[in-house]
């Protein structure tokens, strides 16, 4: 028996967190809710949930904010909610570490098919023992998807979950080309809900992370109008 998933809710209109409830909870997931951005951090510390449903709207601490200091010490997946149906607001919230969102007013079933969605791509807390080491090396620069870790110039890089794995998708074919598209199916699955945007949001964010790479023989290029590619040219 699987142990059971807990779901922090964080709305503060009674009504759609009441619905919400209703129909995780029918899918066997646990929910604890939260009205205000301050007490669902009080909320987030004490429970430690499998994922967290937030608005941006909240009274407190916005929900952009909470997404900041989640992200300061975990990795757990989180699902905006927002009224807005704004491209700032969605990019933003991606760029803080956001792996999905979903604009209100929205089909109840559906939140329920994202949420299942995100979990099975969610990392596990451990990296089980007799995985395999997946992890592919460059100058400077090491990616492992079994422990989802990024070393850059010998010191760890804090990255999303999604973020890493896109770096990890291209690196492990190096010089190859791939479409947004190609990278949002592979890296979000055929069951993502977002656009293009949201790939060009993670590769500007990686390149943050990774500057100067060039001088290594390697970095992520842009091909215009056709996606991106993991550019490796070793040293002769």
Not at 88 to 93: P, S
Not at 95 to 121: C, N, Q, S
């Amino acid at each position: 028996m699987t142990e059971q998933q807990n779901i922090l809710l964080v709305d503060d209109d009674p009504n759609i967190s009441h619905l919400v409830r209703l129909y995780l909870e029918k899918e066997g997931f646990c929910v604890t809710e939260a009205a205000r951005g301050d007490t669902a951090l009080t909320a987030f510390q004490n429970q430690t949930p499998s994922l967290v449903l937030l608005d941006v709207m909240l009274p407190g601490i916005d929900g952009l904010e909470v997404l900041k200091e989640i992200r300061k010490t975990s990795k757990v997946p989180v699902i905006m909610l927002t009224a807005k149906d704004e491209t700032f607001d969605k990019v933003l919230g991606l760029e803080l570490g956001a792996d999905d969102y979903i604009t209100k007013p929205f089909e109840t079933k559906e939140l329920v098919a994202r949420v299942k969605a995100v979990l099975r791509r969610a990392p596990s807390a451990e990296p089980k023992e007799d995985m395999p080491d997946d992890t592919l090396s460059f100058p400077q620069l090491t990616i492992s998807l079994a422990r989802y870790e990024v070393t850059y110039e010998g010191n760890q890089v804090e990255m999303p979950p999604k973020e890493l794995e896109v770096l990890y998708y291209l690196a492990s074919m190096p010089n190859k080309v791939f479409t947004r598209a190609q990278l949002l199916e592979q890296v979000w699955g055929f069951d993502f809900f977002g656009d293009s945007r949201t790939v060009d949001v993670h590769i500007k964010r990686l390149r943050e992370k990774l500057p100067e790479c060039e001088k290594y023989g390697w970095k992520i290029h842009t091909v215009y109008r056709v996606g991106y590619k993991f550019e490796y040219k070793p040293a002769q």
